[in-house]
């Protein structure tokens, strides 16, 4: 029997390595230890109903456990075998309680290809990850496929880099191949930018053993020996999982020389990012890993010509290669009969924001938004209404009600006025602000800005400045049309992707919320309240008792008496002057008599 | 910024971490990983000492101290908080969370209190966008954050 129990970032955050301290501590005292082992592993994906604990073999899922639930779970369960009804997952369509995480909404509708392991191994053990069909793969195209098979495969099969851009995996690899010579690299970009997103975080946690195998993979078939993952220091257990995970393989002889007696040598090195988006971008990521600024530069050269040390490189993302160990196991027809037509196999995204299943998602490309937002997602947080899903992070756009049944794949996207991005994907409702998200992602790409070329560092400082005005209530209908054309001109002459596509936000939002816009600049009012600027501060007269708690708590001295008496009240009430009012909101908090609202 | 003297124990420590990586130019990001790793921030005159060793312009160590966000100048608190500004905590209200911080705290982000106990600075996404929106206090992750929940969290800390 096993215990596992998540030791995602989001359970971790919750006591999930008190739960497994319980557990073991409760196990060892009943002398259960030999029989029950309680396994660490990496996000189930359910994160909103964590911290999660599943029982296998009989594949019960608990949700919300607490340390303090643990004694229960190996009493009822572990001993007497009767599921603790209480902690399962509640329905709340039907009330009912459900123990198998298959016919849970959040699960039904997704496809675990890239996640494959992640929730069902103990990351740091090479063994559990071997029985669920590990460095099979890798086993397979050294003995029994050449090189060029190895591309052949990875191209038929139709993926494409889950990195953002989409660029068919197996034709990159090809072209790094034609470039033979004796120094050549395999880079894997886990430096994970998007704001918002942990998909290749929780996929190196939760399985790192399918990276370094799926880069070994690729080694063989682009004819290097050597590898190199870029990772944000930001991510420390990551950091730990992979290092567990290339020290075993090394002891397993199946990193290192002559690996399982091929002939063939390949090894990992571990580099790491210090906190930039822009070296994200490829050409980058290869400066910073050579000790330098993370600047980008123009390609050509692509890094397959001249990358790392100027020599042939091949990036990929780390989802990326979490598939190709499976597309050769089972065959690149298996993975090319999943998907839509021309984007094939899943993506993995990070749900999140105002819906009630936030967590980590992996769905066949071509679902739609509907299904996403609403199946799996569970509709929208407090049954408020839905305003906006946001794709691609800085580089993407926000898409409206009209956009819920558009597919999920690279092209749909994109025409929609968004992309696929890296897997970011944050549900707004009517408290969001779509000026202030425009800002937000703006104020993300100046701060991230490498400053080497212009369009991009004064381009965006500018748009920054104007929409800043919009939401202070300076704006004017001019300054709608100059963000259009600052974003039109930043498009076009900007050096790297980040400058490039840093407009979307702004240009998507106009598109799709153009009334909001000409709101904030015309009637000087943000309707989701969100715009500090634009609101104002009032006291009802008639409501107002005068008891002046309101007065004492105001930091800005705003507040003063009036010479006004409600009729049925004793003091006179109290009054708001707009123009020391910082919009702190700490009198409403303290009005007991509701005589204060926000216009 | 006021001159620090570099003791003896410290000079040799990032003598020897510089020589660990062969005082090769091409290391010096790891170099200054490290460094930070144990001292928290990176003032003046550790990088001169880490462009001596590694034999380059200090312009060149203070280019990346500078440009990578991870690197920092300034020295942290003894409770160092961060607040998760990423997307999905930005839609759940972080901005609010930041602002009642800044407020009992008296300071702004990236400064220390007075008396050295708390530092402020802001960080995208920490990977626990379920619990939106999050603050750190050191290694600990509180999730679910509200204005009010600001006073409890520091009380735990005075
Ligand atoms: C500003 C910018 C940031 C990027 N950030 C990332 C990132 O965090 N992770 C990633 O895998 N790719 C990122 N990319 C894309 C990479 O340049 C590159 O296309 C990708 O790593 C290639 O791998 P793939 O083909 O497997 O997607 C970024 C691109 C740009 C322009
Ligand atoms: S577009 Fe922006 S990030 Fe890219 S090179 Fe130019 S300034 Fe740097
Ligand atoms: S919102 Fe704040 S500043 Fe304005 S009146 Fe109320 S307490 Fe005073
Ligand atoms: S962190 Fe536990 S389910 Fe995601
Ligand atoms: S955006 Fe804050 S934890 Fe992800």
Redesign the pocket.
């Known amino acids: 029997m096993h215990v596992l129990v998540c030791g995602g970032t989001g359970c971790q955050a919750s006591a999930s390595a008190q739960i497994i301290k319980n557990f073991e501590d409760i196990l060892a005292a009943k002398g259960l230890q030999d029989e029950v082992q309680v396994v660490r592993t990496g996000c189930f994906g359910f994160c909103e109903k964590g911290p999660i604990v599943k029982i296998m073999p009989d594949n019960t899922f608990y949700t919300q456990v607490k340390p303090e639930d643990v004694e229960k779970i190996v009493n009822e369960h572990i001993i007497k075998g009767r599921k603790v009804t209480d902690l399962l997952y509640m329905d709340p369509e039907n009330k009912e309680h459900v123990a198998d995480s298959k016919h849970m909404g959040f699960y039904r509708k997704q496809l675990r290809i890239a996640l494959r392991n992640c929730g069902f191994i103990n990351p740091e053990n090479i063994d559990e990850c071997i029985s669920r069909g590990g460095y099979e793969a890798l086993g397979k195209v050294l003995s029994e496929m050449t090189p060029q098979q190895v591309v052949d495969e990875v191209t038929k099969s139709g993926l494409r880099g889950r990195g953002g851009a989409g660029f068919p995996t197996g034709v990159k690899w090809g072209l790094c191949a034609k470039n033979k010579c004796d120094e050549m690299y395999v880079i894997c970009n886990a430096d994970e930018g998007d704001p918002g997103a942990f998909m290749d975080r929780s996929i190196m946690e939760g399985d790192p053993h399918s990276i370094v195998e799926a880069m070994a993979i690729c080694g063989y078939a682009i004819g290097a020996t050597h590898g190199l993952v870029y990772i944000r220091a930001e991510y420390p257990l990551a950091i730990h999982r992979l290092q567990v995970a290339i020290a075993q393989a090394r002891e397993y002889g199946l990193l290192g020389k002559d690996i399982l007696g091929s002939g063939f040598d390949f090894d990992i090195e571990l580099r790491y990012g210090a906190g930039a988006f ?1 070296c994200g971008e490829e050409t980058a990521l290869i400066h910073s890993m050579e000790g330098k600024r993370g ?2 530069t123009l390609k050509p050269p692509f890094p397959a010509v001249s990358g790392y040390m100027a020599k042939p490189s091949n990036v990929n993302n780390v989802e990326t290669f979490a598939n190709v160990p499976i597309i050769i196991t089972k065959g690149a027809d298996w993975f090319a009969s999943i998907g839509s037509e021309k984007s094939k196999g899943t993506k993995v995204f990070a749900l999140a924001g105002q819906i009630n299943n936030v967590g980590l998602i992996e769905v066949p490309m071509g679902t739609t938004l509907r299904d996403i937002i609403y199946e799996i997602g569970g509709g929208i947080k407090g049954g408020r209404k839905f305003k906006a899903v946001q794709t691609g992070g800085p580089s993407g756009g926000c898409l409206t009600e009209k956009h819920l049944d558009t597919p999920i794949d690279y092209e749909s996207l994109a025409a929609a006025g968004s992309m696929m991005g890296s897997g970011g994907m944050v549900v707004m409702d009517d408290t969001s602000c779509m000026v202030a998200i425009a800002k937000f992602y703006l104020e993300f790409t100046c701060e991230e ?5 212009s369009p ?2 004064i381009g965006n400082k500018r748009m920054l400045e104007i929409l800043t005005k919009i939401t202070e209530g300076r704006g004017t209908m001019d300054d709608l049309q100059e963000l259009r054309n600052l974003a039109a001109v930043i498009k076009d002459t ?3 992707g ?3 596509t840093s407009p979307n936000p702004v240009l998507s939002t106009l598109d799709n919320f153009w009334d909001e816009y000409v709101e904030h600049v015309v009637d000087k009012k943000c309707r989701a309240g969100v715009c500090k600027k634009l609101m104002r501060y009032e006291i009802d007269k008639e409501k107002c008792i005068g008891c002046g708690a309101c007065k004492k708590n105001c930091p800005a001295e705003a507040i003063s008496k009036t010479d006004y008496i409600a009729p049925g009240h004793k003091l006179p009430s109290m009054t708001i002057d707009p123009s020391k009012c910082i919009k702190c909101g700490a009198c409403i908090s303290t009005c007991k008599f509701s005589a204060i609202s926000v216009k | 910024m006021a001159v620090i003297k570099l003791s003896e124990a410290k000079v040799n420590f990032i003598k020897d971490v510089c020589k660990s990586y062969g005082n090769k130019p091409g290391e010096v990001i790891n170099v200054l990983h490290k460094v930070q790793g144990e001292y928290g921030y990176l003032p003046a005159e550790i990088q001169e000492l880490v462009a001596k060793e590694l034999g380059i312009p200090v312009s060149r160590v203070y280019g990346i101290v500078s440009f990578y966000s991870f690197f920092t100048m300034t020295p942290k608190g003894e409770y160092p908080i961060s607040v998760c500004l990423g997307t999905a905590c930005y839609v759940r209200g972080a901005e609010k969370v930041l602002d009642e911080l800044k407020r009992q705290l008296g300071i702004n982000v990236g400064e220390v209190t007075p008396d050295g106990k708390f530092s402020l600075t802001c960080l995208r996404c920490v990977g626990a966008c379920g619990l939106a929106p999050v603050i750190e206090v050191g290694d600990k992750v509180y999730g679910r954050m509200t204005p009010d929940r600001v006073k409890d969290v520091l009380a735990e800390y005075k």
Do not use: D, M
């Open positions: 822009v600047e980008p800005s490498c400053g080497k070329c991009c560092r900007a050096l790297c980040l400058g490039q």
